[in-house]
């Protein structure tokens, strides 16, 4: 269906433009140059700083005009302005010498400095000489923690800091505090930011209040970066991000936008977690065991090579053991090297068959796998399972726009959409979210009802919804009065819900959970009511290592018992955080272990080689996301000293083993290689233009036309300028001689125009503006449900009962700790908790454990010790400990029931 639109007239010339936007918003998109501070394409319209300001005019034969707000004007049919009008362009350089008389004279030392949006609006508008010389208004600063900077007197109170941190992502620790003629923005007293998504002020503000902590430890101007597109390493969502790079260091990570994925925003595990890869950990060159063990050498790259081809020639069989956080590329090539049938998914067995469990749901179909932008879009949501703050961060944000979807459909477009302060106050109610978990989330506070329940009862209340919905779909037995109560309150709501939609994952660990979701989602799909379903996954690629149909963790360990393989090669992979160490150590007893990875771990501790692979940072490859959908991430940099990308350590070792007749050379032949390969992944090379694309026969440049310093960047190695890395494998250069205007979404390096320095220059790259990248963003989705009525699953489990003597154990995610890469990085590292063990207060009085005393979990390997944390929401005989937090990773499993003991005194 074709889009409305109206025409307006620009300098009395026509103009076709979509209807129901603000002429702000419909200028930018026209290419038009209007400054603005307060409106951003995602927080939309306040009126607040007056620096959008044009002339309108009655008609044609009207001369005089009168000033309006941009920002605040419908751009409606024959409207006409005027943004050259003398009296416009002296209102706008009036209002910017306004704000610019308590603003600092400080741009050399600021670390916005040429990326600054005021910068931009400030010339924009011909404002260039302060005839102020009065005293200028001064604040403290507040330390905000980490990663977040604060220089309180750069503002020019836009209040864009408070809308997005309390309006969009829902934090209360952050306000606007006013005295008189002062306003002053940040805590009530200093302390870290308690919002996950903090970091994203860096982006919005448009002045340098707020900055970037993490890049404060190694800065550099934005023109001198090297960037290149990627995408985030750290959860399963594949928010699209732009790393920049100096001197070999990866020294920040960026926003890149992505419609369908991020948008406008990401995480501050996504933002701040990538300082693994300038680690002190990092591996840097290939290291060597002796017979017997014993402390490892390095070798030399040649060295390290010879011996590959020696070991892989004299083995009787190789078992591949994958990585859900490889990419596609790396996999294949190991599954290549290894053979199908001896190609493993290096996931445990829960952790596989939750994965699988995933894949078969969003195929079996009729609901569709949805996108965050299509989360956004929702308007009666029903979460199973997933605490989805801590699991998969962007999911929360999107939820939190979800819940105004029903509110604004129900004001019939009254007030228009951009009109931000009179939208708020006519949704102030929400629209229907529902919760249920075994613990809190931090979305409780904005749902319609949140439950506390045991893994099983969440999957029958979700079977019970289901049933609701559609008679057909099976439901479970002896449901509770309370509990039909709320399966009826919730099939009510996602019934006259437009756009409902359905979230649950592998977080909680139980299949049950996932299954209950699609029976709900199939069921509202077939009572005509087409439903999204969300399923939340674990790491970067979990969804591509399904896809890969590998075998599971113990079918590896039965291979090297049997002896049908004597030599392992381990991709990314710490197995020793998804098994028990039992299990693990039998791999060991293989002839040969090869271990591939970027940070020192406990398998490369006992691997006979040790492979130095690169990070995302120094690689390119292709990650699948929860949804489907194949994006491709290149490298910033490339990698130094005995590092190389993973595939090629394996396709050394393929061509050794007689697995590939020649090198594949590059990763474009190796796309095409596994594209025909594995039916699967046909299109994932549709992800991004290949290695031979070119713009007027030049690559992209990954520098900036104002790159400086390649001469003395090496000067204490050569004075002579070296020539720029090559790179076969993809259509960017490193270098600052390349295309470098808009290039395809998929290969934008960063977001400049002229005039436009700032990240509001990402105007210019779309079709219009808040909507998608110019040419359809990034990314190919690869699964599609089937077609035909649903096949429900039909065996709810039985009621939960505790279990005398034992406790169910259940996870519990922290956007800080929980992660394997982003715990590396200070700021993230300083904010992970101690590990712990959650009790209800009945529970822990039972077992005689005061509050913040300490009890002891079994587990294999003997008892553990924790320090008890009280959550009385918690169901009886449930307990919770964080996964992965130091000291708790492989020791126990999601799901089990265990035995617990008061700590006896030491």
């Known amino acids: 269906m074709s889009t409305p639109t109206v025409r307006i007239f620009v300098e009395s010339r026509p103009y076709e433009v979509e209807a129901g936007q603000n002429l702000l918003s419909a200028c930018l998109t026209l290419g038009f140059d209007l400054p603005y501070f307060c409106w951003h394409p995602a927080l939309h319209s306040v009126g607040a700083c007056r620096q959008c300001a044009v002339k309108q005019f009655r008609n044609e034969n009207d001369a005089k005009g009168r000033i309006v707000m941009a920002c605040m004007t419908p751009a409606a049919d024959g409207v006409r302005i005027s943004i050259d009008d003398p009296e416009a362009h002296a209102f706008r350089a009036a ?118 902590k993490s890049l404060k430890r190694h800065y550099t101007r934005k023109w001198d970066l090297e960037t290149a597109p990627s995408v985030c390493v750290h959860c399963a969502l594949g928010c699209n991000t732009i790393p920049g ?54 070798l030399s790259d040649k060295t390290a090579l010879n011996r590959l081809e020696e070991i892989i020639a004299g083995s009787r069989g190789i078992a591949g053991i994958g990585s859900p956080r490889a990419s596609l590329e790396a996999n294949f090539a190991l599954r290549r090297l290894a053979g199908p049938d001896l190609f493993f998914s290096g996931l445990s067995g829960q952790e596989q068959a939750l994965a699988q469990k995933a894949l078969s749901v969003l195929k079996a179909g009729p609901a569709r796998c949805v996108s965050l932008k299509e989360v956004r879009e929702s308007d009666a949501v029903l979460v199973l399972g997933e605490d989805v703050t801590n699991f998969a961060p962007l999911l929360d944000l999107a939820l939190r726009q979800s ?91 996602l019934e006259e819900a437009e756009r409902p939609l359905v979230i649950a994952g592998t977080g909680l660990g139980s299949e049950a959970v996932m299954e209950a979701a699609a029976n709900v989602a199939w069921a509202l799909s077939t009572a005509g009511r087409p439903a999204g379903l969300c399923l939340a996954l674990p790491e970067a690629n979990s969804m591509g290592a399904a896809l890969m149909e590998g075998g599971p963790l113990t079918q590896a360990v039965a291979a090297v018992e049997s002896g049908e393989a004597d030599t392992v090669v381990i991709l990314e992979n710490n197995l020793y955080r998804r098994a028990v160490p039992a299990l693990v150590d039998k791999l060991f007893t293989a002839r040969n272990v090869i271990a591939i990875d970027y940070l020192d771990n406990a398998m490369m501790a006992r691997a006979g080689m040790v492979l130095p692979a690169a990070t995302f940072a120094e690689s390119d490859g292709t990650l699948v996301n929860s949804e489907g959908r194949a994006q491709r991430f290149f490298k910033v940099m490339p990698p ?69 310093g390649r001469t003395a960047m090496r000067a204490d190695v050569n004075v002579r300028e070296d020539r720029p890395p090559g790179d076969r494998d993809s259509p960017l250069t490193f270098s600052m001689e390349g295309f470098q205007d808009r290039p395809p979404a998929p290969l934008v390096p960063r977001y400049w125009s002229p005039g436009w320095n700032s990240v509001q220059a990402l105007n210019k790259f779309q079709e219009e503006v808040g909507g998608p990248l110019r040419g359809g963003d990034p990314g190919r989705r690869l699964i599609e449900p089937a077609p035909g009525p649903p096949a429900y699953f039909n065996q709810p489990p039985a009621p939960f009962a505790r279990r005398r003597g034992l406790w169910l154990l259940a996870p519990l995610y922290h956007i800080f700790g929980s992660e394997e890469l982003s715990v590396f990085s200070l700021g993230v590292r300083q904010l992970a908790p101690a590990s712990y063990l959650a009790l209800n207060h009945a529970d822990a009085a039972g077992l005689g454990v005061p509050a913040r005393g300490l009890a002891e979990l079994e587990t294999e390997a003997g008892f553990l010790r924790l320090p008890v944390r009280l959550i009385d929401s918690l169901p009886d005989g449930v307990c919770a400990v964080p996964v992965c937090l130091e000291g708790l990773e492989g020791a126990v499993s999601r799901g089990e029931y265990v035995r617990l003991r008061a700590a006896p005194e030491e």
């Open 245 to 298: 790079a100096r001197y070999g260091t990866l020294r920040r990570i960026s926003n890149r936008f992505n419609g369908k994925v991020n948008g406008y925003f990401l995480c501050d595990r996504g933002r701040f977690g990538y300082e693994f890869v300038n680690s002190a950990s990092r591996l840097r060159s290939p290291l060597m065991r002796g017979v017997g063990g014993g402390p490892a050498a390095p």
């Open 403 to 493: 819940v105004r979807q029903k509110p604004t459909r129900e004001l019939g477009g009254v007030i228009p959409a951009w009109d931000d302060t009179a939208m708020r106050e006519a949704t102030r109610h929400q629209g229907p979210l529902f919760i249920v978990t075994p613990a809190p989330t931090r979305l409780d506070g904005i749902s319609t009802s949140a439950c506390r329940a045991a893994p099983d009862e969440v999957a029958r209340l979700g079977f019970a919804v289901a049933s609701l919905v559609d008679g057909k779909a099976p439901a479970p037995l002896a449901v509770d009065g309370e509990a039909r109560r709320l399966a009826d309150a919730i099939a009510r709501a």
């Open 95 to 212: 209002v910017i010498e306004w704000l610019m008389l308590n603003h600092p004279h400080d741009c050399p030392v600021c670390d916005e400095g040429g990326e600054c949006h005021l910068q931009d609006m400030t010339v924009m508008t011909g404002h260039w000489r302060r005839r102020y010389r009065g005293k200028k208004r001064t604040f403290y600063n507040q330390d905000l923690g980490p990663f977040v900077g604060h220089e309180m007197n750069r503002c020019i109170q836009c209040y864009r800091c408070v809308r997005f941190y309390r309006d969009y992502a829902g934090g209360g620790d952050l306000a606007a505090f006013s005295l008189r003629s002062q306003v002053f923005f940040g805590r009530h007293r200093s302390g870290v930011l308690e919002s996950g998504f903090s970091g994203n002020l860096v982006e919005v503000c448009p002045t340098g209040v707020f900055t970037d």
């Open 640 to 708: 130094e000293g005995g590092v190389k990308e993973s595939w090629r350590w394996i396709e050394a070792m393929a061509v050794a083993a007689g697995a590939l007749e020649k090198p594949w050379g590059t990763i474009g032949s190796l796309i095409r290689q596994m594209s025909e390969e594995v039916p699967a992944l046909d299109a994932a090379g549709e992800a991004a233009p290949g290695d031979g694309f070119r713009l007027h026969d030049q690559k992209v440049a990954r520098q900036s036309r104002g790159f400086s």
